[in-house]
């Protein structure tokens, strides 16, 4: 039995970002985003959603630029403490102890501690009323080696792709008695693969 | 030591999710699409990226609606079918033994099956190349009583919010020689209470 829910938001397994941007005197910051992800495979496109109030969203209208960078289960303390508080008036990088390294193709900052980053070179900004909806163009993505994986027996192109499962990837989901981050289960079944059963 | 990955695909804990259709003559229709997610929480927006060669894309600009559909665990094999099909030829609930139920709000039916599920309207549209976003106002969300969360503790609308680990949801990740479906992990740690350590 389906039942009405108040609030209007979906719940899901929803990923997690860390965005890097500069400010005007180029004092690198972070922010946790919780909506956003890849919109497009080609040209390659994240989107990110950033409230208008927030020092990123002034970051990323005057630099034209962020970073994407994926956490693992180490970071969660890291992860939790950079969306609670502002870079207006604290170094996040300093309180964290992690190293902001400048992106090589876009004016905006890595974290180098996290094992995948992502340079994005933005595109297109929408306005969604709470929010602002950036769509960057990934120019580069960077992993760490040790998790790396080479699926080229998928595609030619697909080498050095971070494994999940090996790099603690982290989702952020309602359970229990209110809002957690979570880690990954075991992988269960094989995509583009467990579905063929049921094609004749 | 990090290193450049050739395939500007960035590899994170994805959310899953199974998207709603009527085609010209009514018959129901799902997809699974792999990029998306929640993009404005005031109006309640959610957005989805979709091939224009697909069936569902077709749909939704006839509908101007659509609705996300959150699988569980058990409806993995159906889940990676609709997603390897396309609706033009097959009619994917019957293969699937799926319900399709109309939409309460908007032109599009949902998954009875599924725990939860909501009905979005289209409000804009926007080309990115090899795929288009469709981002929805999110009208309704229903979840399965079994599965429900009252957390009106720590917001007073946040009643009946699906628990994803009862629900058993599930991610898609690289990990290992491919490509997965992936079960949650524990809760490991309280989002917005966690990194108030590092907050003097």
């Given amino acids: 039995m389906k039942k009405e829910q108040r609030f209007k938001y979906l719940s899901y397994p929803q990923a997690v970002f860390v ?7 180029r004092k690198p910051n972070v922010m946790t985003v ?11 496109y994240f989107a990110i959603s950033v409230r208008s109030a927030t020092y990123s969203h002034q ?19 890291h992860v939790d403490y950079v969306g609670l508080v502002s870079g207006r008036n604290t170094d996040k990088f300093a309180v964290c102890g992690l190293t902001a390294v400048a992106g090589e193709l876009v004016d905006a900052p890595y974290i180098d501690e996290f094992p995948t980053v992502a340079e994005c070179r933005l595109h297109h900004t929408i306005d969604l009323g709470s929010h ?18 080479d699926l080229s027996h998928l595609m030619p192109n697909l080498t050095d792709i971070p494994d999940m499962v090996k790099a603690e990837g982290i989702v952020y989901a309602f359970a229990g008695d209110g809002r957690y981050y979570c880690g990954l289960g075991e992988p269960l079944e094989r995509a583009y693969s467990v579905g063929r059963q049921l094609i004749e």
Avoid at 59 to 77: D, E, G, M
Avoid at 133 to 149: D, N, Q, R, T, Y
């Fill in 19 to 25: 965005v890097g941007t500069y400010d005007g005197e």
């Fill in 34 to 44: 919780a909506l956003g992800g890849m919109c497009s495979h080609n040209p390659p």
């Fill in 59 to 77: 970051n990323i209208v005057a630099r034209q630029a962020f970073t994407v960078n994926i956490p693992s289960k180490k970071y969660l303390k």
């Fill in 132 to 149: 602002t909806m950036f769509i960057g163009e990934i120019v580069s993505i960077k992993g760490e080696e040790p998790v790396l994986a």
